[in-house]
């Protein structure tokens, strides 16, 4: 059976809030967001890791922190967990080209998310759909 977040079209299991981001479809879920395709829910995660990254939120430490709160995940076992899996160091400081290392970082979210690996086609789709973080 998939996850809860693959039944939602949305891996990163963003919950629902006030911004509204394209793909975004109603859905079922109380707690999470719905979206028309996969490409879609991983667009949305860019698009939030963008922001993050224009408040200063630039490492993954900075992004996991933020994204999955100690309150309610077991923080420091999920920033292990994407610093093995994207191979990108948990202090490394991104920017706004390093595209590359956000497709594996969101990949490794999602992998930690939904028990699953990632389908990579679909996180580099939603990648392209977005236009806050490049490719150097």
Known sequence: MKS???RNNNPLNIRHNEDVFQGEINGN?????TFS???YGYRAAFVILGTYLSRGLNTIEKIITKWAPP???DTESYIDKVEKWSG???NKELTARNGSEYIMIVAAM???ENGQNADISAVQAGFNLQTKIKIQ
Not at 29 to 33: A, L
């Open 29 to 33: 879920d109380k707690s999470f967001k």
């Open 110 to 112: 999602s992998f930690v």
């Open 4 to 6: 809860r977040g693959l």
């Open 71 to 73: 309150a309610e995940n």
């Open 88 to 90: 990108v160091s948990r």
């Open 37 to 39: 395709s996969l490409p």
